[in-house]
């Protein structure tokens, strides 16, 4: 049984872990994903080798409503002050109860 | 005769100017940080055990307001000559009024490798000196709001990773005692000038990545990144002198406070205060001072100490 959801991917700094996931479970969802990345954007090259050039990656599953709130919760927030990419792609999901 | 731990440091430095792809593995670093900060707490946690806590507590009271005073001082430097906004004058003098403990491990190998008799107990100025820095920058920073995250604040500061391992550290050894310590002393005191050379060979890699953005931050970064730190050695080694220090241990208080945080303050700055340029701070202190300090500084401070003590 398989279901359309939304993948929201945040990549940003990796100071801001803990308050991101907090928020993101404040606004509803039902879990996330956070893996360590590297990479080169807009503000340099982020090496990703110490705390303070590390990024990370955030991964959410949900629903659209949700995906809405959460992608305009990170916009108005964080988007003026620090380094971060957000998009969000359509998924089919199996055992769409888990979101 | 040039200490092997700096040839680590510029043997790094040159690596990563000549774009090796050598690397200190995320994890090895994480390790060594947490050896060099547990190491460095549970020797002065020994020597607390040795002497009572009480007859040090008017050094400790000095030691915090220099970490009030100089947060104040230097932010308005900042906006005056610098030209920075308030946010980043704030950010930057945070950072300044704090400490590099790498900075600090240098210092007490300078001296072990020169013979220099020094205060055992000076790992708890290091915590003391850490914190108050963070608290004045933000401050200075957002002013007195009513809406301030306090709660957050003061998790980040308290219980950020750094202080977490001193004061884990300080109060092993404390607990512990001289005695208790000695099953423990083969990997974190024997092994440690071995694991500092090993830090600092990631420290020159990182602060040579630091150069790019110093060509956009040009020459007043450059200058305040090594006026100010021999300005705040000075301070540092008179007020230790005064306080009735050793010259080795004014000489290593004046490395603290010429020192510049690269770890803590960053981390806190960058949550509590996110409009200030977290660039212009790091270039500052990683790319200029920590190098400063550690080639050149600490040799020159424990002169200065000499001079003064007279």
Same mark, same amino acid.
């Given at each position: 049984?398989?279901?359309?959801?939304?993948?929201?991917?945040?990549?940003?700094?990796? +100071?801001?872990?803990?308050?991101?996931?907090?928020?993101?479970?404040?606004?509803?969802?039902?879990?996330?994903?956070?893996?360590? +990345?590297?990479?080169?954007?807009?503000?340099?090259?982020?090496?990703?080798?110490?705390?303070?050039?590390?990024?990370?990656?955030?991964?959410? +599953?949900?629903?659209?409503?949700?995906?809405?709130?959460?992608?305009?919760?990170?916009?108005?927030?964080?988007?003026?002050?620090?380094?971060?990419?957000?998009?969000?792609?359509? +998924?089919?999901?199996?055992?769409?109860?888990?979101? | 005769?040039?200490?092997?731990?700096?040839?680590?440091?510029?043997?790094?430095?040159?690596?990563?100017? !000549?774009?090796?792809?050598?690397?200190?593995?995320?994890?090895?670093?994480?390790?060594?940080?947490?050896?060099?900060?547990?190491?460095?707490?549970?020797?002065?946690?020994?020597?607390?055990?040795?002497?009572?806590?009480?007859?040090?507590?008017?050094?400790?009271?000095?030691?915090?307001?220099?970490?009030?005073?100089?947060?104040?001082?230097?932010?308005?430097?900042?906006?005056?000559?610098?030209? !920075?906004?308030?946010?980043?004058?704030?950010?930057?003098?945070?950072?300044?009024?704090?400490?590099?403990?790498?900075?600090?491990?240098?210092?007490?190998? !300078?001296?072990?490798?020169?013979?220099?008799?020094?205060?055992?107990?000076?790992?708890?100025?290091?915590?003391?000196?850490?914190?108050?820095?963070?608290?004045?920058?933000?401050?200075?920073?957002?002013?007195?709001?009513?809406?301030?995250?306090?709660?957050?604040?003061?998790?980040?500061?308290?219980?950020?990773?750094?202080?977490?391992?001193?004061?884990?550290?300080?109060?092993?050894?404390?607990?512990?005692?001289?005695?208790?310590?000695?099953?423990?002393?083969?990997?974190? =005191?024997?092994?440690?000038?071995?694991?500092?050379?090993?830090?600092?060979?990631?420290?020159?890699?990182?602060?040579?990545?630091?150069?790019?953005?110093?060509?956009?931050?040009? =020459?007043?970064?450059?200058?305040?990144?090594?006026?100010?730190? *021999?300005?705040?050695?000075?301070?540092?080694?008179?007020?230790?002198?005064?306080?009735?220090?050793?010259?080795?241990?004014?000489?290593?208080?004046?490395?603290?406070?010429?020192?510049?945080?690269?770890?803590? *303050?960053?981390?806190?700055?960058?949550?509590? *205060?996110?409009?200030?340029?977290?660039?212009?701070?790091?270039?500052?202190?990683?790319?200029?001072?920590?190098?400063?300090?550690?080639?050149?500084?600490?040799?020159?401070?424990?002169?200065?100490?000499?001079?003064?003590?007279?």
């Amino acid at each position: 049984m398989s279901t359309e959801k939304e993948l929201i991917t945040i990549i940003t700094e990796a +100071v801001l872990e803990t308050e991101l996931c907090k928020k993101i479970e404040q606004l509803g969802a039902t879990g996330y994903t956070v893996i360590d +990345v590297r990479g080169k954007g807009h503000t340099g090259n982020r090496g990703g080798d110490w705390k303070e050039s590390a990024n990370i990656q955030i991964e959410v +599953v949900c629903n659209a409503h949700l995906a809405e709130v959460i992608t305009h919760t990170l916009e108005t927030n964080y988007f003026d002050d620090y380094a971060m990419i957000v998009y969000r792609s359509p +998924v089919t999901v199996l055992r769409s109860d888990k979101f | 005769m040039i200490d092997p731990i700096i040839l680590f440091f510029i043997f790094g430095f040159l690596a990563s100017l !000549f774009r090796s792809d050598l690397k200190i593995p995320p994890a090895i670093y994480d390790l060594l940080s947490i050896l060099l900060l547990i190491t460095i707490g549970m020797k002065g946690g020994v020597e607390l055990a040795k002497q009572p806590f009480i007859s040090l507590l008017p050094q400790i009271g000095v030691v915090l307001l220099i970490g009030f005073v100089i947060p104040l001082v230097l932010s308005p430097v900042l906006r005056q000559l610098g030209k !920075f906004k308030r946010e980043d004058a704030a950010s930057i003098a945070a950072h300044y009024g704090s400490v590099s403990v790498g900075t600090f491990a240098v210092a007490i190998a !300078f001296m072990e490798n020169n013979s220099i008799e020094y205060e055992a107990h000076l790992p708890v100025f290091v915590v003391m000196l850490e914190i108050p820095a963070i608290i004045v920058g933000i401050l200075l920073a957002k002013g007195i709001q009513a809406n301030m995250a306090w709660g957050k604040i003061s998790h980040e500061i308290f219980l950020g990773k750094g202080v977490v391992l001193l004061i884990g550290g300080l109060a092993i050894g404390w607990i512990a005692g001289p005695d208790g310590i000695t099953k423990i002393k083969p990997l974190f =005191f024997d092994l440690f000038t071995g694991i500092l050379a090993l830090f600092l060979l990631e420290m020159g890699l990182i602060t040579a990545r630091q150069l790019s953005s110093l060509k956009n931050y040009g =020459f007043f970064l450059v200058g305040f990144g090594i006026i100010v730190p *021999v300005l705040m050695a000075i301070g540092g080694v008179w007020v230790g002198l005064a306080m009735g220090l050793s010259v080795g241990g004014a000489t290593v208080l004046g490395t603290l406070t010429a020192s510049a945080s690269y770890i803590a *303050v960053p981390a806190a700055m960058r949550i509590s *205060v996110p409009s200030a340029n977290p660039t212009l701070s790091l270039t500052a202190s990683l790319g200029i001072t920590f190098p400063f300090n550690v080639l050149v500084g600490i040799p020159i401070y424990y002169q200065i100490a000499k001079l003064m003590q007279g």
